[in-house]
């Protein structure tokens, strides 16, 4: 059974900084593609970033990028990612999500088959 474990979510003021953490457990990060997902409230869940285990190919969503890094450590089973430059609109749930990465990138929601819990974030003054 794949577990994931997200942590490094809190508040922050604008223009501040978060890395998340992703710890994929129950096999190898090899295998999966691994999204970061976020919902604020009131609203769908959205792509932020993903990246493959694999190859370490990764894509961000257009509010993502300039700000947003993604990274891998398979010697970890770890997913990372950086965030700089918050802003308020950032502020949400942040889950990571793994498929199979035989299917390849994707920041469709519906496409992926194991979820963490989520860790909060708040972008505020």
């Known amino acids: 059974q794949l577990r994931l474990v997200e942590s490094g979510g809190g508040s922050v003021q604008p223009g501040g900084s978060l890395r998340l953490s992703c710890v994929v457990s129950?096999?190898?990060?090899?295998?999966?593609?691994i999204g970061w997902f976020r919902q604020a409230p009131g609203k769908e869940r959205e792509g932020v970033s993903c990246?493959?285990?694999?190859?370490?190919?990764?894509h961000l969503a257009d509010s993502s990028k300039g700000r947003f890094t993604i990274s891998r450590d398979n010697a970890k089973n770890t997913v990372y990612l950086q965030m700089n430059s918050l802003k308020p609109e950032d502020t949400g749930v942040y889950y990571c999500?793994?498929?199979?990465?035989?299917?390849?990138?994707?920041?469709?929601?519906?496409?992926?088959?194991?979820w963490g819990q989520g860790t909060q974030i708040t972008v505020s003054s």
């Open positions: 999500a793994a498929r199979p990465v035989v299917g390849g990138l994707s920041m469709r929601k519906d496409e992926y088959d194991y």
């Open positions: 129950g096999s190898r990060l090899n295998y999966f593609v």
């Open positions: 990246i493959s285990g694999s190859d370490g190919s990764a």
